[in-house]
């Protein structure tokens, strides 16, 4: 008994195992890349972002932002961040927001997404330098 429960924790931790592996190769498709890394500092500053399907290269459209955070740890300030709102766009697979920076340097807007088709969340981080 006690060896028919061990052996299906194994089997179990080896399907968790495949199932995420295959799932990070569909979700490290996708990229998010500055539209316009130098962005002005201080209040209502714009900055976006596109999201591209590396294999294709294509915008990818509709993706549901479900995290955002915007800090400078590329200035080594984890916890400096600075609030920001999603922005409509007109362009195809671009993410506008509008940010208050308090301070000039280096920042990284982290995101989450979810990108229809992919049943994994898209993850990345681009580096704007508000001047
Ligand atoms: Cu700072």
Do not use: C
């Amino acid at each position: 008994m006690r060896y028919l429960h061990s052996a299906r924790a194994a089997f179990a931790v080896l399907s968790i195992t495949t199932l995420s592996s295959s799932a990070f190769a569909s979700a490290a498709d996708y990229e998010f890349q500055p539209v316009k890394a130098d962005v002005k500092n201080g209040g209502g500053s714009q900055l976006a972002v596109r999201l591209v399907h590396k294999p294709t290269g294509k915008p990818v459209e509709g993706a549901l932002l479900i995290r955002t955070r915007l800090d400078m740890s590329p200035d080594s300030m984890d916890e400096m961040t600075a609030k920001h709102t999603a922005t409509p766009t007109a362009e195809p697979g671009v993410y506008a927001f509008t940010a208050d920076f308090t301070m000039a340097g280096g920042w990284a807007l982290k995101l989450q997404a979810k990108v229809p088709g992919e049943a994994d969340t898209v993850e990345g981080t681009v580096v704007f330098k508000a001047q």
